[in-house]
């Protein structure tokens, strides 16, 4: 059975950071691109960056960049994102998602799913 479980989410404040974790099973990590979406309410569910399979990193939002980074570790199953300098605008729920080897820009190409993790920037 597939499963992708975010964890790591939470309540900060504007600055701080923030490490997300997406453990995954039922399938090998390795052969997978895996991405990090998030969806704001009332906003529609958006990609801001992914890792291939060979680890190749491609940024989907521009205002992530500098901030957010994304890694994996096919040991242990698991992809991260790590967030800095949050700001009140990064507030979401966040999802991974996975699909094989390459990674891909819109979130319907995405085989399976975890089923997310608030997070909330605010003082």
């Known amino acids: 059975q597939v499963q992708l479980v975010e964890s790591g989410g939470g309540l900060v404040q504007p600055g701080d950071s923030l490490k997300l974790s997406c453990a995954v099973s039922?399938?090998?990590?390795?052969?997978?691109?895996i991405a990090w979406f998030r969806q704001a309410p009332g906003e529609e569910r958006e990609g801001l960056l992914c890792i291939s399979h060979y680890n190749s990193i491609l940024y989907y939002k521009e205002s992530v960049k500098g901030r957010f980074a994304i890694s994996r570790d096919n040991a242990k199953n698991t992809a991260y994102l790590q967030m800095n300098t949050l700001e009140p605008e990064d507030t979401a729920v966040y999802y991974c998602?996975?699909?094989?080897?390459?990674?891909?820009?819109?979130?319907?190409?995405?085989?399976?799913w975890g089923q997310g993790t608030q997070v909330t920037v605010s003082s």
């Open positions: 039922g399938f090998t990590l390795a052969n997978y691109a």
């Open positions: 998602a996975a699909v094989l080897r390459w990674c891909q820009s819109t979130a319907t190409h995405y085989n399976y």
